[in-house]
């Protein structure tokens, strides 16, 4: 019903996704903008220029996942972090929980915001335990709960999914609000593009 709601029978023609929108962290009075790059079956790049920060990249080339920001430098991803990437590579190019899911299990009903959701336990394809609320009515996934591996170890996080709309017949959030360790990170997408041409260049990890 969830794959149903959110079009996913749609998404088989999709083999490329451009997004762009603003980032901002209200509690710390910072903003600026992102773009984020999917292409099937398993690449990503996510780049944000963030004010007083500079620009952050994250991106994954199937094999190698890697990072580059002002803070830490030119770096290559390993091991849980490794994994991680995998995943939401994985995740964001097909947008199917049921591909990137294991095991799950329905455990309940829960309010998220004034929306009655199931709430379902499950292992991500890459084994990190996740929460994923799933709205009674509308079928659409409006939080996720899991543990996230950073440089500084693993942190919870949860993100609520907000202000879903259609493009070309799929789901999207447009308003993605992110919760780790105390920090509110808030996406909200300005534009939705499938099928872009995408050099898988942009996606391996730069000389420097």
Same mark, same amino acid.
């Given at each position: 019903?969830?794959?149903?709601?959110?079009?996913?029978?749609?998404?088989?023609?999709?083999?490329?996704?451009?997004?762009?929108?603003?980032?901002?962290?209200? @509690?710390?009075?910072? $903003?600026? #903008?992102?773009? =984020?790059?999917?292409? &099937?079956? %398993?690449?990503?790049?996510?780049?944000?220029?963030?004010?007083?920060?500079?620009?952050?990249?994250?991106?994954?080339?199937?094999?190698?996942?890697?990072?580059?920001?002002?803070?830490?430098?030119?770096?290559?991803?390993?091991? @849980?972090?490794?994994? $991680?990437? #995998?995943?939401? =590579?994985?995740?964001? &190019?097909? %947008?199917?929980?049921?591909?990137?899911?294991?095991?799950?299990?329905?455990?309940?009903?829960?309010?998220?915001?004034?929306?009655?959701?199931?709430?379902?336990?499950?292992?991500?394809?890459?084994?990190?335990?996740?929460?994923?609320?799933?709205?009674? $009515?509308?079928?659409?996934?409006?939080?996720?709960?899991?543990?996230?591996?950073?440089?500084?170890?693993?942190?919870?996080?949860?993100?609520?999914?907000?202000?879903?709309?259609?493009?070309?017949?799929?789901?999207?959030?447009?308003?993605?609000?992110?919760?780790?360790?105390?920090?509110?990170?808030?996406?909200?997408?300005?534009?939705?593009?499938?099928?872009?041409?995408?050099?898988?260049?942009?996606?391996?990890?730069?000389?420097?």
């Amino acid at each position: 019903r969830a794959a149903q709601a959110m079009g996913l029978a749609n998404a088989a023609k999709i083999r490329t996704v451009q997004m762009t929108g603003t980032i901002s962290y209200p @509690a710390q009075g910072m $903003q600026g #903008r992102y773009e =984020a790059f999917y292409k &099937a079956p %398993n690449k990503t790049l996510l780049k944000a220029t963030i004010q007083g920060i500079g620009e952050i990249q994250q991106g994954f080339d199937g094999k190698v996942g890697w990072e580059k920001s002002p803070i830490t430098g030119l770096r290559e991803l390993k091991d @849980a972090e490794l994994a $991680q990437m #995998r995943w939401s =590579a994985e995740m964001g &190019a097909s %947008n199917d929980l049921r591909k990137t899911l294991r095991n799950p299990r329905l455990i309940g009903q829960e309010k998220v915001g004034n929306r009655d959701t199931f709430v379902i336990t499950a292992q991500t394809t890459v084994g990190t335990s996740i929460k994923v609320y799933i709205d009674m $009515q509308r079928y659409l996934t409006l939080r996720m709960d899991m543990e996230i591996a950073t440089p500084q170890g693993k942190l919870n996080t949860s993100t609520f999914l907000e202000n879903y709309r259609r493009v070309d017949g799929i789901m999207y959030p447009f308003t993605i609000r992110q919760s780790t360790a105390g920090i509110e990170a808030v996406m909200r997408i300005e534009r939705v593009r499938h099928n872009v041409p995408l050099s898988d260049a942009i996606f391996r990890k730069p000389k420097n």
